[in-house]
Antibody
Framework: EVQLVESGGGLVKPGGSLRLSCAASGFTFSSYSMNWVRQAPGKGLEWVSSISSSSSYIYYADSVKGRFTISRDNAKNSLYLQMNSLRAEDTAVYYC?????WGQGTLVTVSS | NFMLTQPHSVSESPGKTVTISCTRSSGSIASNYVQWYQQRPGSSPTTVIYEDNQRPSGVPDRFSGSIDSSSNSASLTISGLKTEDEADYYCQSYDSSTWVFGGGTKLTVL
C-alpha cells in the first residue's frame, strides 16, 4: 500500500523559510515522479512542483518559481520542498502526491 | 496552457447515478491521462480514477471514468449513490509535465 507522510509544516513569519519532508513507503520510490500540491483554506487544489524519478527534470508553478526548491533522496525514500521568501498567500496544507497516492498533508501558516 | 472546468456543485439522491464533467479548454482531452480525486471534509484527497478509467484497488466499481472527444471532456460517474460519497471531486490532467486541476465539484447526496 502506498504511504506518504509529510512533516515540517508550521507557523512562519512573512519572508521566512520552511523545509517540508515526505517519507514514502509501499512502492519503489526511485521509479516514480513525485509532486507537491497545496490547498489554501477553503480553496481547491493547486499543483506546486514536480520532480522526475532521477531528479533530472524539475518543474514549478509560476506562483512559487524562484522561491521554492523541490528535491528528493531516493536512498532515503524521501521528497523535500524548501520554501523561502514565504508570503501570506503560501498559507495552505501541502500534500506530497502521486497520481495514485496522497499524503495526509502538513499545514503551513505564514503570518506575522 | 489549458484549463479544466467542472460544475461547482451537483446533488442527487441515494441510490441514484450522478455524472460529473471536466471540460478541457484547449487541446485534446485524449492527449493526456485524466485522474479523479475524492476529498471528504477534513480529509486529504484520495484517487478514485486514474488513467482516464482505471480504479485503484479498494475503490468500488460504482465509480467509473470516461473521456469524450466530441465534447473534449472527461466524466466521473458514480452509481448507486451512498451518503458516504458526499465529497468534493477534482479532475486532474497534465500540461507537458505539470499537473492541471479542475476547480472541484461539491457532490451532495440527499
Amino acid at each position: 500500500e502506498v504511504q506518504l507522510v509529510e512533516s515540517g509544516g508550521g507557523l512562519v513569519k512573512p519572508g521566512g523559510s520552511l523545509r517540508l519532508s515526505c517519507a514514502a513507503s509501499g512502492f519503489t520510490f526511485s521509479s516514480y515522479s513525485m509532486n507537491w500540491v497545496r490547498q489554501a483554506p477553503g480553496k481547491g487544489l493547486e499543483w506546486v512542483s514536480s520532480i522526475s524519478s532521477s531528479s533530472s527534470y524539475i518543474y514549478y508553478a509560476d506562483s512559487v518559481k524562484g522561491r521554492f526548491t523541490i528535491s528528493r533522496d531516493n536512498a532515503k525514500n524521501s521528497l523535500y520542498l524548501q520554501m523561502n521568501s514565504l508570503r501570506a498567500e503560501d498559507t495552505a496544507v501541502y500534500y506530497c502526491a502521486r497520481p495514485i497516492g496522497w499524503g495526509q498533508g502538513t499545514l503551513v501558516t505564514v503570518s506575522s | 496552457n489549458f484549463m479544466l472546468t467542472q460544475p461547482h456543485s451537483v446533488s442527487e439522491s441515494p441510490g441514484k447515478t450522478v455524472t460529473i464533467s471536466c471540460t478541457r479548454s484547449s487541446g485534446s482531452i485524449a492527449s493526456n491521462y485524466v485522474q479523479w480525486y475524492q476529498q471528504r471534509p477534513g480529509s486529504s484527497p484520495t484517487t478514485v480514477i486514474y488513467e482516464d478509467n482505471q480504479r485503484p484497488s479498494g475503490v468500488p466499481d460504482r465509480f467509473s471514468g470516461s473521456i469524450d472527444s466530441s465534447s473534449n471532456s472527461a466524466s466521473l460517474t458514480i452509481s448507486g449513490l451512498k451518503t458516504e460519497d458526499e465529497a468534493d471531486y477534482y479532475c486532474q490532467s497534465y500540461d507537458s509535465s505539470t499537473w492541471v486541476f479542475g476547480g472541484g465539484t461539491k457532490l451532495t447526496v440527499l
